[in-house]
């Protein structure tokens, strides 16, 4: 009788370091110049300020359905937008205020939206997940898991068709990264040298399970390697260094070189959604990342210490998000529920 075979139990997956090889990030960029530092602060500080009274208003009841909060991951969508030419298009999942925000839309209509108010971007109708810009190139949240990678994969080729220099950044998380239709998606965006860059905002958990319990490699920016995808993994938590790997990679794909990925380590602090007690993790680690790496607390010290900004101008800057998001609230409030005709409208494309 032959003998039994052992079989070894899988070593314990370690989270590779965070590396940014091939990415040069210079201090004296751009990018990280006082006055561009201060816009990041700025707008992340508005991302930050609209989901807390976002969270506050699904508390209240005046939000229903799902809604999922980007806190902690304000980094990732700011840093990068900053690296886009106009005429650029985005494309999400359904964690998707902040994108909004940084893509320029009006946080009036993105709370009115998530409120279900005829005011809002999708008159009331799609909810936190489904609201889209065409103006500001934003072509929506989507509530299907890794449903937005074929779509932000069609825009790259409607770029490459067009011949318009444009690209495709399309955004997805760790969660979605096991996928079929990603992989179908990168083999076509290789196989054809569309201008996507896709970013995968890597927190951790996905929907509730670690990474390293989800996925056999959590290296995730070498997952488009056997499409000859390049990729880089950098720190989400840091806006420069997200901006500068977004420039890298937006030249990369605007060069005809083809699609990029790019692995943004980063966390979130709330639950998945709002109905998450999210019980998968410890409020001590929460509280580590919160304390030890937050994007908004790192940036601000970095403004005091190295460019001697005013604790006076960060109060200001302070004021103006809270104004901005207490007057989008009210005018949430104020904007009247759609009529019930509206459930007939917006079916069918028109001829």
Known sequence: MAAKRK???????????????????????????????????????????FEERAGQLYGMGLIGGFCHLYIGQEAVVVGMQAALHDGDTVVTSY????????????????????????????HGKGGSMHMFSPDKNFFGGHGIVAAQVPIGT??????????????????????????????????????????VVYVIENNRY??????????????????????????EQVDGMDVV?????????????????????LEMSTYRYRGHSMSDPAKYRSREEVSRMRSEHDPLDHLRRRLLDEHE????????????????????????????????????????AEA
């Open 206 to 231: 996905g929907m509730g399970t670690s990474v390293s319990r989800a996925s056999a490699r959590t290296d995730l920016f070498h997952r488009g390697i056997a499409y000859g995808i390049p990729g």
């Open 154 to 195: 069609g825009l790259g080729f409607a770029h490459r068709y067009k011949d318009d220099g444009h690209i495709s950044v399309t955004y997805l998380g760790d969660g979605a990264i096991n996928q079929g239709q990603v992989y179908e998606s990168f083999n076509m965006a290789s196989l054809w040298k569309l201008p």
């Open 309 to 348: 900004a005013g604790e006076d101008e960060l109060k200001q800057i302070e004021k103006r998000a809270r104004d901005i998001v207490a007057e989008a609230a009210q005018f949430a409030q104020d904007c009247p529920e759609p009529d019930p005709s509206e459930l007939w409208t917006d079916v069918l």
């Open 241 to 261: 260094a997200v901006h500068q790997a977004g420039l890298a990679a937006a030249d990369h794909a605007r060069s005809g070189q083809g699609p990029i990925i």
């Open 7 to 49: 079989v070894k139990a899988p070593k314990s997956v370690v989270e590779p370091a965070v590396t940014t090889a091939g990415l040069q990030i210079s201090p004296d960029a751009p990018g990280a110049l006082p006055g561009a530092l201060m816009g990041y602060y700025r707008d992340m500080l508005l991302i930050r300020r």
């Open 95 to 122: 964690r998707d205020h902040g994108h909004m925000l940084a893509c320029g839309m009006d946080p009036k209509g993105v709370m009115a939206e998530l409120t279900g108010r005829r005011c809002g971007y999708s």
